[in-house]
């Protein structure tokens, strides 16, 4: 059974960084599109950042623009969100996701494989 799972989470200070990494098992997601999402206590599923199997072109969501980069290493099935300059409004529990389509990487809805989540803390 193909599973994403993420690690890299924890408590920092603003202005501080963290890099999470997503692992998939079970088969490889070298061609699908890998994307992390995350989710506030009281709010909906953000989308955070995505990236093509082809490496190239990747999609940030506004409010991290400039301060998360997502790459992926497709020999290592491995998927990373590097977060820089973090913010207390940046805590939450961040998803990997993955889907086959390329295109609509913004919603939620439209991927087909997520992890269990990771925790983001950011103390003031």
């Known amino acids: 059974q193909a599973q994403l799972v993420e690690s890299g989470g924890g408590l920092v200070q603003a202005g501080e960084s963290l890099r999470l990494s997503c692992a998939p098992s079970g088969r490889s997601f070298s061609t699908y599109v890998m994307g992390w999402f995350r989710q506030a206590p009281g709010k909906g599923r953000e989308f955070v950042a995505a990236i093509p199997w082809s490496d190239t072109n990747a999609h940030y969501g506004n409010s991290v623009k400039g301060r998360f980069t997502i790459s992926r290493d497709n020999a290592k099935n491995t998927v990373y969100l590097q977060m820089n300059s973090l913010e207390p409004e940046d805590t939450a529990v961040y998803y990997c996701?993955?889907?086959?389509?390329?295109?609509?990487?913004?919603?939620?809805?439209?991927?087909?494989?997520w992890g269990q989540g990771t925790q983001v803390t950011v103390s003031s």
């Open positions: 996701a993955a889907k086959r389509l390329s295109g609509n990487y913004y919603n939620a809805a439209a991927y087909n494989y």
